[in-house]
């Protein structure tokens, strides 16, 4: 049987939609608060700033999420770097960082979080 609420629902479902499909996760709270708590946003940014007086000391998340586009073994080879920290003679964030290399932040963030903090990075260009 067809009633009035039937077309309501179905109108608010396509209104709701764009919410979920187009979720700015740029903006996610629990991730910067993550970030923040363990020290990461003191050498990066999240997104690339257009101010370039000044070159940071780690790269924007957004520039490391396209960098790593599409790249097989990105997460776990950036959670690698983050608990163990960079090599300095292979930086390869050059005129993109003044940063020599990464340090060792296992002793601010764990592997969980450091992995659920990288799977959100790598969704930052997008």
Request: glycine share 6%; aromatic share 6%.
């Amino acid at each position: 049987m067809f009633s009035i609420r039937t077309p309501l629902l179905l109108c608010a479902l396509i209104l709701s939609a764009p919410a979920f499909a187009g979720r700015d996760t740029r903006h996610d709270t629990a991730m910067t608060t993550l970030a923040t708590k363990a020290g990461c946003l003191t050498c990066h940014s999240v997104h690339t700033t257009s101010d370039s007086s000044e070159t940071p000391i780690g790269p924007a998340w957004q520039d490391v999420a396209a960098r790593y586009h599409g790249q097989k073994g990105a997460a776990a080879q950036l959670a690698k770097t983050v608990q163990d920290g960079s090599n300095p003679y292979q930086a390869h964030w050059k005129n993109k960082a003044t940063g020599l290399a990464m340090p060792p932040n296992a002793v601010a963030i764990n592997k969980t979080d450091t992995r659920k903090l990288i799977d959100w990075i790598l969704t930052l260009d997008q």
